[in-house]
């Protein structure tokens, strides 16, 4: 098998996956738990997931290289893109302006 | 459903009406980046129908695209929606109807049409989140398409700066998750276990790693 197939093969497997996965977590509540909540304890813990993996996302989508710590164009276009969210700008023009100072950045 | 769950399900679709356009536009660069980091087509498009969950899509791109593995672009999507658990547990009793309706109508949970839903005190007016569902279910996939198919004359994503364009992306999705100090905390020590993982393991894992970070609530 040509290593292209193979790739495509992982991505919709990947797709698959959490396509699956995702609607089995969205359905949970209706489908298992009728009307009772989560354990506070347990609840607490989930609520933490989201801000702990968007922090690393954060992180490695801009200093993450073959592993290695990169800093790069993408530093600049992040601090800008915080400056955009500080002035409360839409998330659209958040990431505008991250791309548009790193491409600038790149061209010069 | 019982009467006026109609117009509320109307009201949910008119309140999420400004979000629209930006979730079409969302979706575009969902598909572009998508096809700029190899997955063809038509696996994009079918994500966007079967996940419907932007931040754990947007993350499946960055990993693939950097060439990490299968189990780490699942295992990052995964937790990233295992934040609709609790989000789907919590409006489940302003659920109606049959249980195949019940299942279904949960699809239409996503942050937008469940905050939109929020009545304080732990309430949730249920045909608000799915009359905004119902909007933004199609713009999501409609902007995928454009973006799979319009993406291709695009040239090279780091040229147009598309790679900065993650960061700024989840920096955008944290910012309104820290409004606790504990949420601050997690996020911080989660970025910390990304950094000392970066260098040392392949792409995905430090993501999957910084999960750990959520341990803090275990502490009352």
Known sequence: ???????????????????????????????????????????????????????????????????????????????????????RAPILVVIAVAALVTALLRGL | MHVGSESRVRDGARAVLPLALAVVLFGVSFGVLARAAGMGVLPP??????????????????????????????????????????????????????????????????????????????????????????VLYPCWIGGTVLGVLGGEGLGDPERLGLDAAFPALFLALLVPQLRTRRALAAALTGAAIACILVPLSSPGIPIVAASAACLLGWRR
């Not at chain 1, 992982?10 to 977590?25: D, E």
Request: hydrophobic share 60%.
């Open chain 2, 45 to 134: 498009v079918v994500m966007s129908a079967t996940t419907f969950a932007g931040s754990a899509q947007f993350a499946v791109v960055s990993i693939l695209g950097g060439a990490g593995s299968v189990a780490a672009a699942v295992a990052a999507a995964v937790l990233l929606n295992a934040r609709y658990a609790p989000m789907s547990i919590a409006v489940a009793p302003g659920f109606r109807g049959p249980l195949w309706r019940r299942l279904v109508g949960a699809q239409l949970i996503v942050d937008e049409s469940w905050a939109l839903s929020a009545r304080g005190g732990g309430r949730f007016d249920v045909p608000v989140l799915l009359g905004a569902g119902m």
């Open chain 1, 1 to 87: 098998m040509p290593a292209g197939v193979a790739a495509l093969s992982g991505v919709w497997l990947v797709v698959a996956l959490v396509g699956v996965a995702t609607i089995a977590i969205k359905a949970l509540g209706p489908a298992v738990l009728g009307g009772r909540r989560l354990p506070p304890r347990a609840g607490a813990i989930v609520e933490l997931l989201a801000p702990a993996v968007l922090a690393a996302l954060v992180v490695t989508q801009a200093v993450g290289g073959e592993r290695a710590l990169v800093l790069d164009e993408r530093l600049a276009g992040l601090a800008a893109a915080a400056l955009a969210l500080r002035l």
